[in-house]
């Protein structure tokens, strides 16, 4: 909504200034806005929406307990209504960077909703002896209590979009383990050749990895809705109603659908972000693991022609603006930058946690900012990494069976025939000479011809055994 000519004057602590007229929001927020022109970024809309969710419960709870007029109640929980349905949006414009603890950010849903119930009531906007902002919609909270809240609920939206990804890309690479499970490949260990396995192994090693994450992160999600709401400024609940405390927790629970639940320690809740470093060691978990599997995507598919080309990544757009016909791996190159940027967001994060002091942290509105992005982005890049490319991914099995058949590691299945030192001389002697261990065996007659393919059998070397059975009797020799 863009400002008009036309402007209203409001009046704070620190004085009076114009406003222009059509603005819901109102003078904390024109302040804000003025002070901190830094990102350009606006509020997360969850954040937004879980603010708006608990000033609709406080009204409600505080009308109902009788310290609010109910007319003012429900015009409040009106606007809130407008607001959660997707209305005034544009009107939430205070920089994530902004005064420590939020109150920039509370005041400025405390205006938007005050304004916007004035006007329901018949009133103009800024004509605050209608609908106050402090008065009335922030009665009964301070801006301690409400924003580490709405940090906690709008934390839980979003982990309720990113684990469903994580979900869904472990599924996906557990669909691709299950169509590779016959093809035998190379196994590597220091990127140097190692045993057999097959690429349905270790497409189902990606799948435990992610599933293990998304795990990891529901696990932490669950201390986010232990809520400190009517704790008031220090934890006190100093200006809340009696039964507030309670009946507010009940009430947000029912409009969120969450199970929350007051928090054991008020104090605690208000002194202690731990739960978001918990949340963000989650992510990062995440992002790791994610960036190992990335890069093992990207080496599998190196090539087409100079390089491993054991998988095939599907093509979603053309990788040189040069070199004609070129095909990169985008999506996973992708990913690995989003889960660079979180593994940055979880150390700002720690460093804001720590830095709390005796009663509040003020630095919330940087650790809100950082975790909302990571669950965000990481959940955004889990989504289309497992639609547009581990969905398409194709086992190159011809390739695959031409870098097995030339590892140096399956002189491992020779030593319990053979012995390791004697198994040790056919890999460097392979190796050196540019032959195949199982054309070395033959020529050198390691083992007798009736056990060679047998205890070389590539499929039987990707699961648990010896290969040709029972030792064949070490010699020195």
């Not at 012995?419 to 000479?433: C, D, F, L, N, P």
Request: glycine letters at 8%; charged letters at 20%.
């Amino acid at each position: 909504m863009s400002p008009s000519n036309q402007q209203r004057i409001e009046r704070d602590s620190l004085g009076e200034r114009e406003i222009p007229s059509d603005v819901y929001y109102g003078i904390q927020t024109a302040r804000a806005v003025e002070n901190f022109p830094i990102s350009g970024w606006r509020p997360y809309s969850a954040l937004v929406t879980a603010t708006v969710q608990i000033k609709k419960a406080a009204a409600r709870v505080n009308a109902a307990l009788g310290v609010l007029d109910p007319k003012i109640g429900e015009a409040i929980e009106r606007a809130a209504e407008e607001v959660l349905a997707g209305q005034l949006r544009d009107q939430f414009v205070v920089d994530p960077f902004q005064a420590g603890a939020g109150t920039s950010h509370n005041m400025n849903v405390n205006e938007v909703l005050a304004n916007r119930a004035i006007e329901l009531l018949g009133g103009k906007k800024g004509d605050y002896s209608v609908v106050h902002p402090n008065d009335h919609v922030n009665m009964g909270q301070s801006t301690n209590d409400v924003f580490p809240t709405a940090m906690r609920l709008s934390a839980l939206e979003l982990a309720g979009d990113l684990i469903p990804a994580l979900d869904a890309l472990s599924n996906a690479f557990q669909a691709k383990a299950d169509e590779f499970k016959n093809v035998v490949k190379s196994g590597r260990t220091h990127l140097q050749d190692a045993v057999p396995m097959t690429v349905g192994q270790e497409f189902g090693g990606y799948a435990a990895a992610i599933s293990s994450n998304a795990a990891r992160i529901r696990a932490a999600t669950d201390e986010l809705t232990e809520i400190g709401l009517g704790g008031t400024a220090v934890g006190t609940g100093l200006n809340a109603a009696p039964g507030y405390r309670k009946l507010v927790v009940q009430e947000l629970s029912r409009l969120t659908g969450l199970p929350l639940k007051p928090a054991t320690n008020y104090f605690e809740a208000m002194q202690s972000l731990s739960p978001f470093v918990g949340l963000s060691g989650a992510l990062k978990t995440a992002a790791t693991d994610l960036i190992r599997i990335a890069n093992d995507l990207r080496l599998l598919a190196s090539g087409p022609n100079t390089g491993l080309a054991e998988i095939k990544l599907p093509a979603v757009q053309p990788g040189s603006s040069i070199m004609p016909g070129k095909v990169n791996p985008v999506m996973a190159e992708m990913t690995d930058m989003v889960c660079f940027q979180v593994i940055g967001n979880d150390l700002t994060i720690t460093m804001a946690a720590q830095a709390g002091q005796l009663e509040l942290n003020v630095m919330m509105p940087v650790i809100a900012f950082n975790v909302l992005l990571a669950s965000e982005i990481l959940g955004n890049s889990m989504a289309v990494l497992a639609e547009r490319t581990v969905t398409g991914i194709e086992a190159n099995a011809e390739q695959c069976a031409y870098w097995v058949e030339r590892s140096a590691a399956l002189a491992t299945a020779l030593a319990p025939q053979i012995g390791y030192a004697r198994a040790a001389e056919i890999s460097k002697q392979s190796v050196k000479q540019n032959v195949l261990i199982r054309d070395l065996v033959k020529r050198e007659q390691v083992l007798p011809p009736a056990e060679i393919d047998e205890v070389l059998d590539l499929r039987k070397m990707t699961e648990i055994g010896v290969p040709g059975g029972a030792h064949g009797g070490i010699s020195a020799g």
